[in-house]
Structures are given as structure tokens and as C-alpha cells.
């Protein structure tokens, strides 16, 4: 059944789509402003914030993206061949259609990421790259990883009803993107899992903030205080002042709260899919989770231990068995 609020969300996302397609990020920002307030979905509390605040990233973790001497660099162009095999490789790894799937190359800065997928409609989806990928910087992954969103899209609104096909919980959006991603790179070499460390060990100075924060009993916190802090120690090991200052900086106008949905909580999605690795009908059951249940209940109902993939503790060595393959 589609409802009116199905209705107006579809609605909206054409329009959004329609300005993406015209490359007029102006108007693609001024729809989203227009119709953000109307049209918010609600949804349960994940309930895994004290998980996520034990995330642990090892000294080693920060030694090997830093100092690896690992090629971790992109590519300068994509051509539609390649995009036409990842589909192919998403589409057999997730038993899904995404030949409605469009691509857009735009002129615009990506700040903190690479490239983003957005819903349309039941199949209408699209992934959104950088038109110069001289300056954004583009791995082949980033590809499949996005191309993994508008599968959980696809899965989504074609398996559920009403306002349920709408919405999941962003952390297992980004779990069932990293899966795919994950697959394709167990197939490639050490530098390229390496790679995407990157992404992952961003949300490291992101945490401490949010623990500096919480220490200080502050929402809103500072780039020199941060980076100054005692929560910022390991990471001056690793990075100069000027470098942490620079990558927090595109955060800056976000409070703690929005730090910890937006970023922090649903990067870890990266963790859950290498611990479901291996796991294609719990991936594919994730997309379509009940968003009124908490993210415990969800996993316990599908027969996985949820206290043992939470434990993000142990984020660190997971990460190392996926990177050496051991």
C-alpha cells in the first residue's frame, strides 16, 4: 500500500533526482531545506551508545594507514564498462535489479566523502561522484559501496509496505554498503584494503570529541581545544596539529548529538559487515529491519548474537583480519 507520505517522499526524491541530474546543486539545497521538516521519519533508538564509545583503534592501526608506504591512491577516470560490471558484481552478491540505478558526475566539492547514493521511488535510485576525479579522490570500491546502498534501497521498498519501506537505521544502511565492498575487496591486493582504513579510522578524532565533550559536560566544542586535548594524545603521534585541524574542520558547525548519528554511529556499519561477512541472508534480512525495534532486538530476532557483534572493542582486530586476510 502507498500512502501519502509515501507519496510526498517519492515526490520530493524526484525532484531532488531531477536537480542532480541538471548538476544545480543550488537547487538540490534548496529542496532539501524546503521539505526537510515536513518529512521526517521517526524511528526507534539504535540503544548502542555506550558499544559504540568502546570502539578501539590500535597504535598499529594508525602506524599502517600512516606510514604503511601502501599505494593507497584513486583512479582519474571511470568509464560506463566499469561502472557496468560493479553493478553486475552488487547486483549477483545481493540477488537484486539495479539496471534503474543511475550514475551523475557533478561539479561540486566533496568535503567528507567520495560520493553518496540517494533513494528514489521504488528503483529509481542514483549514486552522485565528482566530476574531476583529479581532486576528489575516487577508489573502485567507493563504487561498489555506493552501488550496495541503492541495493538495500531497491530491497527495501520492494519487500515492505507503507511508510516501512522508507527509511532503516543508517548504521545497517552502512553495513549492508560495506558488505559489498568488503567482498570485492577480499578479491584485491593488501594496498587496497588498506585503503579503506581511511573512511573508517576518520570517525577516530570524531569519537574523541564526543567523549572530550561529554568529559566537559559541553555540546558544542572547539578545533583548538580538541586537538589539544588529552583525548587527542595518540593521535598527535600520528598527525600534526595542522593535519587533525584539517579534518575535523568540515565538522565543526555539528554538536556532539549530530556527530554521533550522523557520522560516528553509522560508520560503524563497516564493523558489522565484516563480522557478517560471510553471512549473505542475515545482510539481506538487515534491509528489511523493523526500524521500531532497537538495533539488539533486530539482530537476536535473526538468530545473531548481538552482544558479540556490537562489541566494537574489538573493532581493531577485526579490521587486521580483514586487511591481512588472516
Known amino acids: 500500500m502507498v500512502t501519502n507520505t509515501v507519496n510526498q517522499v517519492y515526490s520530493v526524491e524526484e525532484k531532488l ?3 542532480i541530474k541538471q548538476n544545480d546543486i543550488a537547487k538540490y539545497e534548496e529542496i532539501q ?6 518529512l521526517k521519519l521517526h524511528s526507534a533508538s539504535t540503544n548502542i551508545t555506550e558499544n559504540v564509545l568502546n570502539t578501539y583503534f590500535s597504535e598499529d592501526l594508525y602506524d599502517l594507514l600512516v606510514h604503511g608506504n601502501y599505494d593507497t591512491s584513486g583512479f582519474e577516470k571511470i568509464d560506463e564498462g566499469i561502472i557496468e560490471s560493479y553493478r553486475k558484481y552488487v547486483e ?5 535489479d539495479l539496471s534503474k540505478v543511475d550514475i551523475f558526475f557533478i561539479d561540486d566539492y566533496f568535503e567528507t566523502s567520495d560520493g553518496w547514493a540517494m533513494p528514489c ?3 529509481e535510485h542514483y549514486i552522485v561522484l565528482g566530476a574531476d576525479l583529479k581532486t576528489n579522490f575516487l577508489s573502485d570500491d567507493i563504487v561498489i559501496h555506493e552501488l550496495g546502498h541503492t541495493a538495500e534501497f531497491c530491497i527495501r521498498r520492494n519487500n515492505l509496505e507503507g511508510e516501512a519501506k522508507l527509511a532503516n537505521y543508517k548504521i545497517i544502511s552502512e553495513t549492508v554498503a560495506h558488505y559489498s565492498q568488503f567482498k570485492y575487496l577480499t578479491t584485491q591486493s593488501l594496498d587496497k584494503r588498506v585503503s579503506v582504513l581511511a573512511s573508517i579510522v576518520q570517525i577516530a578524532p570524531l569519537l574523541e570529541i564526543i567523549k572530550y565533550c561529554l568529559s566537559y559536560g559541553v555540546k558544542n566544542w572547539n578545533i583548538d581545544d580538541v586537538v589539544n586535548s588529552e583525548n587527542f594524545k595518540t593521535l598527535r603521534k600520528f598527525y600534526s596539529r595542522e593535519k587533525l585541524s584539517f579534518m575535523i574542520r568540515p565538522y565543526s558547525s555539528m554538536d556532539i548529538g549530530s556527530l554521533y548519528h550522523i557520522v560516528v554511529e553509522p560508520r560503524l556499519g563497516s564493523i558489522l559487515a565484516l563480522s557478517l561477512l560471510n553471512n549473505k541472508d542475515a545482510i539481506k534480512s538487515l534491509c528489511l529491519a523493523d526500524t521500531n525495534k532497537s538495533l539488539k532486538v533486530i539482530f537476536e530476532d535473526l538468530g545473531l548474537n548481538s552482544n558479540k557483534l556490537l562489541d566494537f572493542s574489538k573493532a581493531d582486530e577485526i579490521l587486521k583480519r580483514f586487511i591481512f586476510q588472516s
Open 92 to 96: 549477483k552478491e545481493l540477488d537484486v
Open 121 to 123: 521511488k521504488e528503483n
Open 33 to 38: 531545506r524546503k521539505y526537510s521538516g515536513s
Open 17 to 19: 533526482k531531477n536537480a
